[in-house]
């Protein structure tokens, strides 16, 4: 069973910043797509930022041009800048990768960081 592992998550005030990682223990060269996502109590989980294959990002539209997805092939990580947060941004964020291999799409998850911001 592959398990990505976060790290990075913490207790940050408004107008703080915090950089999430993902290890991902996959090669990065067979993903189509990673991306953060966010879980908070009672609603569903939603996607927060996502690059494809190829480089292109999207953002949700609560945290365009304050939240950077990027990844480094060299360290097989995914990162996460989170930058001028927000209380609203608290939640749980969880890593997810889609991956093609042999034919086959795997979807694999990480076990979530928390990330609070007081006001």
């Known amino acids: 069973q592959v398990q990505l592992v976060e790290s990075g998550g913490g207790l940050v005030q408004a107008g703080g910043s915090l950089r999430l990682s993902c290890a991902i223990p996959?090669?990065?060269?067979?993903?189509?797509?990673m991306g953060w996502y966010r879980q908070v109590p009672g609603k569903q989980r939603e996607v927060v930022a996502a690059?494809?294959?190829?480089?292109?990002?999207t953002y949700a539209d609560s945290v365009k041009g304050r939240f950077t997805i990027s990844r480094d092939n060299t360290k097989n990580t995914v990162y996460l800048q989170m930058t001028s947060l927000k209380p609203e941004d608290t939640g749980v964020y969880y890593c997810h990768v889609d991956q093609l291999f042999a034919g086959r799409t795997n979807d694999y998850w990480g076990q979530g960081t928390q990330v609070t911001v007081s006001s």
């Open positions: 996959v090669s990065m060269f067979s993903l189509n797509s």
């Open positions: 690059m494809v294959d190829g480089g292109a990002t």
